[in-house]
């Protein structure tokens, strides 16, 4: 199954009541801080939203969960890997998503055999505090040369103005976080995102 090209994260189910009926087809729930039973409580609320607007639930970090609840995907970032039970993934036919921040973790990453690589921050974040400087556009077509016919999900500073470019440098999907989360009409920017994408 193709994964769409717009790719946005949200850290509370609550975003996807919201903007799933707009049309998002691929989306991500970064809960972050909550007690187990919270996050348990945002993905099947999540999980039950994706089924109904058809899209696609990639869940971050709780793999466990994701197991539990017949997910179809978790993205994990580095130091996730070192816990997580990728075979126990590939067993229950959950699909992968990996985090790459340089030549050292794309290496790493592509012995686990992802359904697709992230690259970041490519633009200045204001989202996370990281070792890693912008990545630039250059970097987005060493790593889809580098990586062939596996998805190259573009995150970090995105705009709907960039789009465009990032997509023309070799990415294949773009993920977005604070372009409408912090944005005055996030619905407005959606459809904006939507329209540039497709």
């Not at 466990?64 to 993205?75: K, M, R, S, T, Y």
């Not at 580098?146 to 294949?172: K, N, Q, S």
Request: aromatic content about 8%.
């Amino acid at each position: 199954m193709k994964l769409d090209r717009f790719y946005p994260i949200f850290d509370d189910s609550s975003w996807l009541e919201r903007l799933l009926p707009l049309g998002v087809k691929l989306v991500q729930i970064r809960v972050k801080d909550k007690s187990i039973y919270d996050v348990r409580e945002q993905l099947i609320h999540a999980r039950e939203l994706c089924k109904t607007y058809n899209s696609t639930l990639i869940v971050n970090d709780y793999w466990e969960l994701a197991i539990e609840l017949e997910c179809d995907w978790v993205h994990l970032g580095q130091e996730d890997l070192d816990e997580a039970d990728i075979g126990a993934l590939k067993k229950h036919g959950v699909k992968l998503g990996l985090s790459t921040h340089d030549q050292d973790e794309l290496d790493r990453a592509l012995t686990f055999e992802p359904d697709y690589i992230a690259l970041g921050p490519v633009y200045p974040t204001i989202l996370k505090k990281m070792k890693w400087h912008e990545q630039g556009l250059p970097r987005v077509t060493e790593w889809k040369k580098y990586i062939g016919d596996i998805p190259l999900v573009a995150i970090g500073g995105m705009t709907v103005e960039r789009t465009e470019g990032v997509f023309e440098a070799g990415a294949d999907i773009i993920s977005v976080v604070t372009d409408i989360t912090l944005n005055k009409s996030p619905e407005k920017r959606v459809k904006n995102w939507i329209d540039a994408t497709r």
